[in-house]
């Protein structure tokens, strides 16, 4: 059997794996990159409509969930003090690729994110790479010369003196993602949190009162109250798309980052009007109140939120009761979700591995030279660039670490 040693071992050729292979190279150490698909930077690939949503303008520790929210906001908080919104352009640029900057501080490359990886990949030039490789076995070997990592694979066993696990979550099963860190984590003695979908569509019951709205998109403000506690969207207002399974689109794709089983979900279908005013504005009081809304809202979206018998009243024969009946329609429109769509639908997944065993170096607490980076741990960014601006991060701060 091939034996080989090397100085730093990568597991995992998605953002982190690659970004951190790049920075490490430039300090003279034995590397190699280990990954079961032939293709690296799959889900890379695919972000952001494949144009690669890389960072935000906004980089902070509000657009981040996790179990733990206390260990999540301090680790952010050193990743990001010195490498933010610019390191990430930077690092884009450096390799030939412009930006584009879109709707709420996100920023994408200006072409197709595959040029970005492939250019990266070709600068590899001192890296060893094991692709399309199943990892049969691994374990940390103890010795009074040296402790190495040893991962067997078919017909070679790779020793390294650090290892780097960046292999994800199971956020797109169908492109090759799996549960690999928290196998090997929980061997090692690491508390883990199960996978589960972050950045989702929701799925509703027959019963939902908006359903046969297909294809309807409009601007929204949400929030999902869970005991008591209000949680909303940092950015505010964002589209609702409605689909044939329930509701997607930017604004619930956030909201998906918070829900919990059986949580309310509330709705602002006119977040940047006051209803209530317009109605008691007395030049409004001889519309008939479909008039009145019709033009603020699709119409299909309006006849499902209106009272029939309201539908042709006009608005200053209203009462007091019947306004608040529509405002709170409209404005505070409020179900519960029948549940969040699959992980071959979420763009990410909350869990992972806890960040109480974990520095702020990203080192394991619990075996010395073990670093997680990326998904696989337990923070999920909102939608916007976060999650690879993070994934990024980590590879800066072990890149630091291990020189």
């Not at 040029?115 to 374990?139: G, P, V």
């Not at 309310?264 to 519309?287: A, C, Q, R, S």
């Not at 010395?368 to 990326?374: I, Q």
Request: proline content about 3%.
């Amino acid at each position: 059997m091939l034996t080989k040693e090397y100085d730093l071992i990568i597991l995992g050729g998605g953002v982190s794996g690659l970004y951190l292979a790049s920075l490490a190279q430039e300090k003279n150490l034995s590397i190699c990159l280990i990954d079961h698909q032939e293709t690296l930077g799959m889900k890379w690939r695919i972000a952001g409509g494949a144009m690669g949503n890389m960072t935000n303008r906004v980089i902070d520790p509000s657009h981040y969930i996790s179990h733990t929210p206390k260990e999540a906001k301090k680790l952010l908080q050193s990743l990001f003090k010195n490498f933010q919104t610019d390191h990430v352009i930077s690092f884009i640029h450096s390799l030939g690729i412009g930006i584009e900057e879109r709707e709420f501080g996100q920023i994408f490359c200006n072409q197709p994110v595959k040029y970005l990886i492939n250019t990266l990949i070709k600068k590899l030039n001192t890296i060893d790479f094991y692709l399309a490789e199943k990892i049969i076995s691994y374990h940390y070997e103890q010795n009074q010369l040296k402790n190495m990592f040893v991962i067997h694979l078919n017909n070679k066993q790779i020793k390294g003196k650090k290892l780097v696990i960046a292999t994800g979550s199971t956020a797109y099963p169908q492109i090759g993602a799996t549960d690999f860190a928290l196998r090997l984590a929980n061997k090692w003695g690491h508390k883990t949190y199960p996978f589960t979908p972050a950045l989702s569509p929701m799925l509703c019951d027959k019963n939902f009162l908006l359903t046969g709205l297909e294809g309807i998109s409009c601007y929204v403000r949400m929030k999902i109250q869970i005991n008591g506690t209000d949680y909303k969207d940092p950015c505010g207002i964002r589209s609702l798309l409605f689909t044939h399974k329930g509701i997607s689109g930017p604004a619930v794709l956030v909201m998906s980052c918070f829900w919990e089983e059986n949580a309310k979900v509330f709705i602002d279908f006119l977040p940047e009007d006051n209803l209530l005013e317009k109605m008691h504005d007395t030049t409004n009081g001889k519309k008939i109140l479909k008039n009145l809304i019709l033009p603020l809202m699709p119409d299909r979206l309006v006849y499902k939120l209106l009272p029939e018998n309201l539908l042709n009243k006009k608005v200053a024969e209203l009462s007091k009761k019947e306004r608040i009946i529509i405002c709170n329609n409209i404005h505070n429109f409020n179900f519960i979700p029948q549940d969040l769509d699959s992980l071959k639908k979420a763009e990410a997944a909350k869990g992972g591995i806890a960040l109480t065993e974990i520095s702020h170096n990203l080192e394991s607490t619990i075996l010395k030279n073990l670093f997680f980076a990326g998904e696989c741990l337990d923070i999920v960014g909102l939608l916007g660039g976060y999650n690879i601006h993070f994934a990024l991060a980590c590879a800066k701060r072990i890149a630091e670490r291990i020189g």
